[in-house]
């Protein structure tokens, strides 16, 4: 059965309104906690206007955040305070995404106050890292990899440069406390790792490496293995009746680029 939901409500939130809002936030002491204390501020504010709050809706009646439009700025507020008091707990990423599902939708205004709240560095003071042995050997493995390419194509060639800043941004994402205090990592194949963090949050940061193409044209779609034999990637694909010519050597090193999977 379908409950009625309430008449819209659109409107920017005063700024001793919106004050309230983020410092009822920053005293959140739990994630949990923490989300409550946004859903509950943000739509008693909206509804007190009607005499209401969350607990005093008429019998039969929902919240349905579609309904509620607060201006983009404000809504960006609270989301940037949400997930500032998050970062003590590494949950930040995970409550943002939260927040789309939540919070109201919203509107533009530039009008619309929106008070100087300094932002308050609430990361921990330190990062534990543990690397397994195998993730050691791999991210050796990964940068020998990288030199290769550059060696091989030459330090300003595409191949390099898409594996070189895939690869440091692979290792930044390791070293960051976005995802909280604690983080673990492990080999996860040939090149790739996987990192499990303090937040419980677990993510790969996996080596795709370029399927070797033939590039000698009549529309010619093989795609070539390390021996030199031509395969049709799919069932109707086109394999010339010519010799192929491979997009890279089969003895180079090959190119791919490393990216962040969860």
């Known amino acids: 059965m379908n409950l009625?939901?309430?008449?819209?409500?659109?409107?920017?939130?005063?700024?001793?309104?919106?004050?309230?809002?983020?410092?009822?936030?920053?005293?959140?002491?739990?994630?949990?906690?923490?989300?409550?204390?946004?859903?509950?501020?943000?739509?008693n504010t909206l509804l007190a206007e009607r005499g209401l709050t969350l607990t005093t809706l008429p019998d039969g009646h929902k919240i349905d955040?579609?309904?509620?439009?607060?201006?983009?700025?404000?809504?960006?507020?609270i989301a940037g305070a949400v997930t500032d008091r998050a970062a003590a707990w590494g949950t930040g990423p995970e409550?943002?995404?939260?927040?789309?599902?939540?919070?109201?939708?919203?509107?533009?205004?530039?009008?619309?106050?929106?008070?100087?709240?300094?932002?308050?560095?609430?990361?921990?003071?330190?990062?534990?890292?543990?690397?397994?042995?195998?993730a050691v050997d791999v991210i050796a493995a990964a940068t020998r990899h990288v030199q290769a390419l550059a060696a091989h194509y030459g330090p300003a060639s595409a191949e390099h440069l898409t594996a070189s800043i895939s690869w440091l941004a692979a290792l930044s994402r390791l070293l960051?406390?976005?995802?909280?205090?604690?983080?673990?990592?492990?080999?996860?194949?040939?090149l790739s790792l996987l990192a499990t963090t303090g937040s419980g949050f677990t993510y790969g940061l996996i080596f795709h490496d370029a399927t070797r193409r033939c590039i000698a044209g009549d529309g010619c779609a093989a795609t070539i293995a390390d021996d030199g034999t031509a395969h049709a990637p799919w069932s109707t694909a086109v394999?010339?009746?010519?010799?192929?010519?491979?997009?890279?050597?089969?003895?180079?090193?090959?190119?791919?680029?490393w990216s962040m999977h969860s």
């Open 4 to 43: 009625p939901t309430m008449d819209p409500v659109r409107r920017a939130l005063t700024e001793a309104e919106l004050t309230a809002i983020i410092g009822r936030i920053d005293a959140a002491d739990s994630t949990a906690g923490l989300l409550a204390a946004v859903v509950r501020s943000v739509y």
């Open 65 to 77: 955040p579609r309904q509620f439009h607060i201006p983009t700025s404000q809504w960006q507020a």
């Open 176 to 190: 960051s406390l976005g995802f909280g205090a604690d983080t673990r990592v492990h080999r996860d194949g040939h």
């Open 239 to 257: 394999i010339a009746d010519h010799i192929h010519q491979p997009s890279f050597p089969l003895d180079a090193p090959r190119p791919g680029s």
């Open 95 to 134: 409550l943002a995404m939260e927040l789309v599902n939540v919070l109201p939708s919203s509107y533009d205004d530039p009008a619309a106050p929106v008070p100087d709240t300094p932002r308050t560095d609430r990361r921990p003071d330190l990062l534990h890292l543990h690397i397994s042995r195998d």
